[in-house]
């Protein structure tokens, strides 16, 4: 029998990536989906037929329960989250709510209806915050500088919680950022990439960013849900980093998606101090040798790769 998955924010860029992959496993593959009154299922159309949704929500126990009694997953993966930074800085506590009690309220469902299938809640770089330490190991203090920081924190800990008092078979992912050509528009690397391609084709003229200083530790979405399910694989549960360990500026990103469309990024991109976060953090860069040696993975696509990937996807999406 093919093994069953539940994907909670399989909507998103990771859900989608992860439903893809896990198809191609030959998994029976179940989406949770939230009762939305716009359509939010482009990034899976092109999985229609293939993938079975249910629909449940983080902030509803009952759904849950029932969507976890519908799927009788094997593996469930929590990518759910309101997961974009400044949004967090203005509702803070519809965050909490999504991004660490709705965590809660899985782990409560699996306990009581599928207390035998393997968990995996997507924690993130964020947690780190503005720790001293680089690189950031799974043993690094967290330190997290912003309400979306904190609530993942929450969820963070909590899947531990429920690994060590109820014996789940719980991990968490602490994902350093993952970009690909289905990130949300609202994030940086998304940003940059779709105004470098506005910008070349003349629907714009030019980009406002805030701090061309920040440096992340960038990699591929498609390669960081690999390595989900390889946590899911092993004998045991336990946590790891997944990074590239190279950390690069957001003055190179827009260097290499202008450099993409034959443009001086320098004519184009101001910055503007409303970008700026209210708690920045300056360095975050990890080090993923616990997931390499353990699991195997390594990233497969480079930063430049994956930058250049993004504005050329959004130069075909913008002729489309």
Not at 118 to 132: D, I, M, P, V
Not at 155 to 162: E, F, K, S
Not at 228 to 245: E, K, N
């Amino acid at each position: 029998m093919a093994r069953r998955a539940l994907i909670t924010g399989v909507t998103g860029q990771d859900g989608s990536y992860l439903a893809e992959l896990l198809l191609e496993q030959g998994y029976e593959v179940f989406g949770l989906v939230r009762r939305s009154s716009s359509s939010t299922l482009e990034r899976i159309d092109h999985l229609s037929g293939r993938l079975q949704l249910v629909r449940g929500d983080l902030l509803d126990s009952s759904s849950l329960l029932r969507a976890v009694e519908t799927a009788r997953p094997d593996e469930v993966y929590n990518l759910a989250a309101q997961s974009f930074v400044p949004t967090s800085y203005q509702e803070p506590v519809l965050t909490a709510e999504f991004t660490a009690l709705g965590v809660t309220r899985l782990l409560e469902a699996l306990r009581q209806a599928a207390p035998r299938a393997r968990f995996y809640q997507a924690s993130s770089s964020e947690l780190f915050g503005q720790t001293q330490i680089t690189p950031q190991r799974e043993d690094t203090p967290f330190c997290p500088r912003s309400p979306y920081g904190v609530a993942k924190l929450y969820g963070h800990w909590i899947t531990v919680n429920y690994r060590e008092s109820y014996g789940l078979y719980a991990c968490c992912g602490i994902l350093f950022n993952h970009e690909s050509p289905r990130r949300g528009a609202e994030f940086v690397t998304r940003k940059v990439s779709l105004a470098a391609a506005r910008i070349k084709l003349g629907l714009e003229r030019e980009l406002r960013l805030g701090n061309l200083d920040a440096q992340r530790d960038w990699g591929f979405a498609g390669d960081y849900v690999r390595a989900m399910w390889l946590m899911l694989q092993r004998d045991t549960p336990t946590d790891y980093v997944i990074s590239t360990g190279v950390q690069h500026s957001v003055r190179e990103l827009v260097q290499i998606a202008f450099d993409e469309v034959g443009l001086d990024w320098e004519q184009h991109v101001r910055t503007d101090p409303q970008f700026l976060r209210p708690a920045e953090i300056d360095r975050l860069v990890g080090d993923a040798s616990k997931a390499r040696a353990e699991l195997g993975w390594a990233p497969q696509v480079d930063f430049e790769g994956l930058v250049r990937m993004m504005v050329r996807a959004d130069l075909a999406r913008l002729a489309r």
